[in-house]
């Protein structure tokens, strides 16, 4: 994925089918997970910030069920 400061956000199908497959997950799941991640970075998020992001998101769904 890459994302530019002007909202543009770029995705590789092929990888994100490659990365679905290495992590046991479907395709559109890698999808969501992978424009999820270049929003973060065009809102400025830092890849430390996302995780804590992602561990907190985790939490709340987890919470949900």
Known sequence: VLS????EIVLCP???????KKY???FE??????????LLHILGYS?????KFEIQNQKQIKNRA
């Open 4 to 7: 530019f400061d002007y909202g």
């Open 24 to 26: 046991g997950i479907v």
């Open 47 to 51: 890849h430390d910030r996302m995780q």
């Open 29 to 38: 799941q890698e999808l969501e997970h992978i424009f999820r991640h270049g």
């Open 14 to 20: 092929e990888k994100i089918r490659q990365d679905a």
